[in-house]
């Protein structure tokens, strides 16, 4: 008869994941590994209160600025318009060899470029002059609007004021000449350099802008 088969409790089928071959006369020893988790990398406060310190001093820097910019918009915006119509009558009148005018309706606060024959014999603001205005779409150059804060303090054709009149015609020449103009914006809500003159060159027709009236007129004298 066969033997019969032993029963092996679970605690002796236990095998070890990793098989020892014992060698004679050889002790193995297990070394403790002692296993740290990775440090996390972060800000100290000192470090955050830095930083806020230092976006609070340039927003404080730059808000001045940025109000300053946004209030003087509108003295700007009207200064480039009429520097830009100014420019845009002088090149029509050189290149279509005719006389053109830039038309200036001082209490509405507009401006346009216009053409036709300028009269040698007589003032041009004195009466009305026939001409043809150029079609004067917005953003083409050829016309502008001031804004309802800008103020036309001075406007002064050939040494004569017409900021009064209704409609005043500074002229452009084909030889490059032009007519004098001294105009001045103002805008009260401007706190820092709130006027704009803008003058003429009468032998080139091309304008310049000053921020200080004062300096316009010592150079004058």
Same mark, same amino acid.
């Given at each position: 008869?066969?033997?019969?088969?032993?029963?092996?409790?679970?605690?002796?089928?236990?095998?070890?994941?990793?098989?020892?071959?014992?060698?004679?006369?050889?002790?193995?020893?297990?070394?403790?590994?002692?296993?740290?988790?990775?440090?996390?990398?972060?800000?100290?406060?000192?470090?955050?209160?830095?930083?806020?310190?230092?976006?609070?001093?340039?927003?404080?820097?730059?808000?001045?600025?940025?109000?300053?910019?946004?209030?003087?918009?509108?003295?700007?915006?009207?200064?480039?318009?009429?520097?830009?119509?100014?420019?845009?009558?002088?090149?029509?009148?050189?290149?279509?060899?005719?006389?053109?005018?830039?038309?200036?309706?001082? %209490?509405?606060?507009?401006?346009? =470029?216009?053409? *036709?024959? /300028? #009269?040698?014999?007589? &003032?041009?603001? !004195?009466?009305?002059?026939?001409?043809?205005?150029?079609?004067?779409?917005?953003?083409?150059?050829?016309?502008?609007?001031?804004?309802?804060?800008?103020?036309?303090?001075?406007?002064?054709?050939?040494?004569?004021?017409?900021?009064?009149?209704?409609?005043?015609?500074?002229?452009?020449?084909?030889?490059?000449?032009?007519?004098?103009?001294?105009?001045?914006?103002?805008?009260?809500?401007?706190?820092?350099?709130?006027? %704009?003159?803008?003058?003429?060159? =009468?032998?080139? *027709?091309? /304008? #310049?802008?000053?921020? &200080?009236?004062? !300096?316009?007129?010592?150079?004058?004298?």
């Amino acid at each position: 008869m066969s033997p019969k088969p032993q029963r092996v409790s679970s605690a002796e089928c236990r095998v070890p994941s990793k098989k020892r071959h014992a060698l004679p006369g050889i002790t193995f020893h297990v070394s403790r590994f002692t296993f740290h988790a990775a440090r996390r990398i972060a800000f100290t406060m000192i470090e955050l209160m830095i930083v806020v310190a230092i976006m609070g001093i340039v927003l404080t820097m730059g808000v001045p600025i940025f109000y300053r910019m946004r209030a003087e918009a509108p003295l700007r915006k009207g200064v480039k318009d009429v520097v830009e119509v100014c420019s845009h009558a002088r090149a029509l009148a050189i290149l279509q060899s005719k006389a053109t005018c830039v038309v200036f309706h001082p %209490r509405e606060g507009n401006f346009a =470029v216009g053409g *036709g024959p /300028a #009269s040698a014999s007589s &003032d041009v603001n !004195a009466g009305p002059v026939q001409f043809h205005a150029p079609s004067a779409s917005p953003g083409s150059g050829l016309s502008g609007q001031l804004s309802d804060r800008v103020v036309i303090e001075m406007l002064d054709v050939d040494l004569t004021e017409y900021k009064d009149n209704d409609e005043v015609k500074v002229w452009f020449y084909p030889n490059g000449v032009c007519d004098e103009l001294t105009l001045i914006l103002f805008d009260p809500s401007v706190a820092r350099d709130p006027r %704009r003159v803008i003058s003429l060159e =009468v032998t080139t *027709g091309l /304008a #310049s802008v000053e921020l &200080d009236p004062r !300096a316009l007129i010592t150079s004058r004298r």
